[in-house]
């Protein structure tokens, strides 16, 4: 088995990786130093998603998809059904946790550069987390690859052909995808900046609540057909719908906000 991972795709994790820990430390000084954001709320959206994404989602999807058999299986029979349920637990949840806290721990909140500071925090977590720690494990085994020193160590292992069939991604995928990994979470970061604006504002003026149900239909909408189109059509198709819905919730918040 070939096992040299190809120059092209550790530059795409290497992008990937600038682009995951660099885009929210770049949004984090430019709103603290020129914005004069309170650096308490870049924090606050990072434990949001935190706890409402990847702990009492995940709760949600364990009890639905491990637990209530018959659910999992009529989901996961029907991709609409599965993208819909996909959809709606991600808006339900991270907007409701935007909303809780920016309602309960920011009172106190100056204005509009707080919400652009919790967005940045709030997608940078999920950068992170998605794709800059993966991008780290996938740039040290790729170094250590091409380096022959994992082969080496898989030596004497009796599950060395496993393992690198588990690795072969890194050097069988095109050196683009690992590209359209950053390209996506530059998109996404932009997406979190602007449903934080909308959801600050429903907080912020009561006559404008709808705008926080309306954040968690757009959140739930895009995410599905994503999904949808990621399994019917390409990746690249998936992340032009994932820029138009960008570009549509950020033309929304410029409008509101």
């Known amino acids: 088995m070939t096992t040299h991972v190809p120059a092209g795709n550790i530059a795409g994790m290497v992008f990937s990786l600038a682009v995951a820990w660099g885009m929210p430390a770049a949004l984090f ?12 709320t870049f924090f606050l959206g990072c434990g949001s998603f935190f706890l409402f994404a990847m702990v009492l989602e995940q709760l949600l999807h364990m009890l639905v998809l491990l637990k209530l058999g018959s659910v999992s299986e009529m989901l996961k029979a029907n991709l609409w059904l599965y993208a819909l ?3 709606l ?17 920011m009172k106190t909140s100056s204005g509009r550069e707080d919400a652009l500071m919790y967005g940045a925090g709030h997608g940078g977590m999920e950068a992170v987390l998605v794709l800059g720690i993966p991008s780290i494990n996938n740039l040290v085994s790729a170094v250590l690859l091409n380096s022959g020193k994992f082969l080496s160590s898989l030596a004497d292992d009796s599950n060395a052909q496993q393992v690198l069939e588990r690795l072969s991604p890194l050097w069988t995928l095109p050196a683009w995808q690992f590209f359209l990994g950053g390209v996506e979470r530059i998109l996404a970061i932009c997406l979190h900046v602007a449903l934080s604006l909308l959801v600050y504002r429903a907080v912020k003026e009561k006559r404008r609540w709808y705008l926080y149900p309306c954040a968690i239909l757009l959140h739930a909408a895009l995410n599905m057909v994503v999904v949808l189109i ?28």
């Open 89 to 105: 637990a991600a808006g339900l949840f991270e907007e409701t946790g935007r909303f809780l806290t920016m309602k309960y721990f």
């Open 85 to 87: 349920y996909g959809g």
């Open 29 to 40: 000084f430019l709103l603290y130093k020129k914005k004069d954001a309170k650096v308490l």
């Open 230 to 257: 990621a399994n019917h059509g390409s990746l690249v198709l998936a992340e032009l719908a994932t820029l138009a819905g960008t570009v549509a919730v950020g033309a929304l918040a410029w409008r509101y906000v």
